[in-house]
């Protein structure tokens, strides 16, 4: 079954860090672009990371110079590296395969939730 | 505030059909045919519904459609259902720079 479980959300303080992992089943990480999106509460979804196939990373303003997208290929699992955590980075995170072939986000996880709060 | 403007919320009987409408800019959705609409359910992950402004994934079912007008896309759904009420997203690819760019919701009752 092809399937994305996300791990590692929490509470963190402002300015603190965060390593969010996806773990994929059904398919294969590095062989797909991957990406993470969040959803603020209440809010829509706004895409906030991606990795290629080839490994090249790209980033959303919102989140650049602080979020390291990364992979492991023999864990085929995805990360999310949230360093500088601020309260607008507070939603729920979710993993996302990218299909080429679709040009869209055609596989998604459960999502884990991220807080950022004093 | 997102990129792509949704109403907020539309609402239709059951049988009926309702369209909703995805406007971006010349930067995104009129630029490229890479609009997708996803659904989602209160407290779950996102579904594809339809990808490429008007292709559907299998087993979606006929009555979900897509279509494209300038920098305008829509979203209709035919005879519907009770299970159809969710939230729905559109999300257009916007160049190398800023990559994909989300709408900010509908949420669709079925009355």
């Known amino acids: 079954e092809v399937q994305l479980v996300e791990s590692g959300g929490g509470l963190v303080q402002p300015g603190g860090s965060l390593r969010l992992s996806c773990a994929a089943s059904g398919f294969t990480v590095s062989s797909n672009y991957m990406s993470w999106v969040r959803q603020a509460p209440g809010k829509g979804l706004e895409w906030v990371s991606v990795?290629?196939?080839?490994?090249?990373?790209y980033y959303a303003d919102s989140v650049k110079g602080r979020f390291t997208i990364s992979r492991h290929n023999s864990k085929n699992t995805l990360y999310l590296q949230m360093n500088s955590l601020r309260a607008e980075d507070t939603a729920v995170y979710y993993c996302a395969r990218f299909s080429t072939g679709r040009d869209a986000f055609d596989i998604w996880g459960q999502g884990t939730m991220v807080t950022v709060s004093s | 505030q997102s990129a792509l403007t949704q109403p907020a919320s539309v609402s239709g009987s059951p049988g009926q059909s309702i369209t909703i409408s995805c406007t971006g800019t010349?930067?995104?959705?009129?630029?490229?045919?890479?609009v997708s609409w996803y659904q989602q359910h209160p407290g779950k992950a996102p579904k594809l519904m339809i990808y490429?402004?008007?292709k559907r994934p299998s087993g979606v079912s006929n009555r979900f459609s897509g279509s494209k007008s300038g920098n305008t896309a829509s979203l209709t759904i035919s005879g519907l259902q009770a299970e159809d009420e969710a939230d729905y997203y559109c999300c257009s690819y916007a160049g190398s720079s800023t990559f994909w760019v989300f709408g900010g919701g509908t949420k669709l009752t079925v009355l």
């Open positions: 010349s930067s995104d959705v009129g630029s490229y045919n890479l």
């Open positions: 990795i290629y196939s080839g490994g090249s990373t």
């Open positions: 490429e402004v008007s």
